[in-house]
């Protein structure tokens, strides 16, 4: 099994749905990231969090809310989606400082 | 707030023959790390190579290799021998220490046959 687990791999919704994106790792990471890439944008930080009960708005959270279930689940939410939040989400966990995330594998959303 | 500039959306190479791809970055801090990080079609993010901004000596994994210019903030990485599935994304990334990780926009890289 992969470290971090990301649900689905890919999802088409409506504009107004709920959607949820599921993330879970096996690393023992405290630290765990949600991000989402855009071509030409690279990859820019949604939310984070340090531990359960540490939960932290990145550079783009609007639209978006977290949460974190367990060390090891890190939910991301669409409350109402709208096309322009079609783009590739990562999840990724941390633990050393200095050293590079683990990643998920990603999942595809598209919302028409 | 620190910020990663990647100034080649594209780039292609031939098979066997090397390539520099660049990355500058902005900082204040004198303590960080730098990542390349490769993202083929499969879309798996995958790390190449690390720099911790307190060593001079630049980093090397096999046929990857950076060359760090701390004074310069710039941090590019050379594939020598390219091959076929080199063909990727690649991303340059800034941290420092247990802080979240600041990406460049990108550079494809195509490797011709």
């Known amino acids: 099994d992969a470290d971090v687990t990301q649900t689905p791999r890919n999802r088409i919704t409506k504009t107004g749905k709920r959607i949820m994106l599921e993330c879970s790792q096996t690393k023992g990471h405290d630290r765990m990231y949600w991000y989402r890439q855009d071509p030409g944008l690279g990859l820019r930080l949604i939310y984070y969090s340090f531990d359960v009960k540490d939960i932290n708005k990145g550079e783009i959270s609007d639209g978006y809310s977290v949460s974190r279930q367990a060390q090891a689940k890190f939910s991301l939410s669409l409350e109402s989606a709208i096309p322009n939040q079609t783009a590739l989400y990562f999840c990724a966990t941390s633990d050393s400082p200095g050293y590079g995330y683990t990643f998920g594998s990603g999942t595809r959303l598209t919302v028409v | ?113």
């Open chain 2, 1 to 113: 707030a620190q910020t990663v500039t990647q100034s080649q959306p594209e780039m292609s190479v031939q098979e066997a023959e090397t390539v520099t791809l660049s990355c500058t970055y902005d900082t204040s801090e004198s303590d960080y790390y730098l990542f390349w990080y490769k993202q083929p079609p499969s879309r798996q993010m995958i790390l190449v190579i690390r720099q911790e901004a307190y060593k001079q000596q630049n980093a090397t994994e096999n046929r990857f290799s950076v060359n760090f210019q701390k004074a310069a903030k710039s941090f590019s990485l050379k594939i020598s021998d390219s091959q076929l599935g080199d063909a990727a994304m690649y991303f340059c990334a800034y941290r420092r220490g247990n802080n979240d990780m600041r990406f460049g926009a990108g550079t494809r890289l195509t490797v011709k046959p």
